[in-house]
């Protein structure tokens, strides 16, 4: 588990399935830059909570975003090792009602200073869509800067864009 001044990461339970639903995993905003499809009926989000559960459970660094005040699931955050010393996110997503309130800042600040602190790293890793201007203001007001880019399909739609990585000495 890790703990931010308004946030807790920790594992999936269940009963998150109505606020990830409602929150994040119902809303197309949400999906536009990431690998994962809008799901679109209750009996769906709760078939993916128990996916959620079994691969969190699976992956020792992969969280369930919490929200301290209203103790509602808002999103998830990963990371996994790319490199001996390197340390990268798998992922950061919020949903739209809990952005512009500092909260992707605090993710992403609480994963760098565990990869450095508990893992050992020296360097992290992260990457985005080169249009998702939000990440990418995100990954720069929290120090990272940008490294290169590539042409990536997405596995969803097919789609060709353009992934950009930005990385941070620790």
């Known amino acids: 588990m890790l703990e931010t001044r308004d946030l807790v990461l ?6 998150d399935w109505q606020s990830m639903y409602r929150n994040i ?10 690998v994962w499809s809008v799901t679109c009926c209750e009996a769906d989000a709760i078939t993916r909570m128990e996916r959620t559960i079994a691969f969190q459970a699976s992956h020792d660094y992969h969280w369930t975003v919490v929200e301290k005040t209203s ?15 390197v340390w ?5 997503a919020i949903g739209p009602d ?3 309130k ?3 800042k605090q993710i992403l600040n609480a994963l760098t200073d565990y990869a450095r602190d508990q893992l050992g790293a020296a360097k992290f890793v992260a990457c985005c869509n ?3 201007l939000v990440s990418k203001k995100l990954q720069l007001r929290c120090g990272f800067a940008y490294t290169h880019s590539e042409e990536v399909t997405h596995p969803r739609d097919l789609v060709r864009y353009t992934l950009e990585y930005y990385a941070k000495e620790l």
């Open 98 to 100: 809990f952005t512009g």
């Open 130 to 132: 080169s249009e998702n």
């Open 71 to 85: 103790g509602q699931a808002i999103g998830w955050a990963g990371i996994e090792i790319l490199a001996p010393g």
């Open 10 to 15: 920790r594992k999936a339970v269940l009963e």
């Open 25 to 34: 995993w119902s809303r197309p905003e949400s999906a536009k830059y990431m």
């Open 102 to 104: 500092g909260y992707g």
């Open 88 to 92: 990268g996110e798998t992922g950061v």
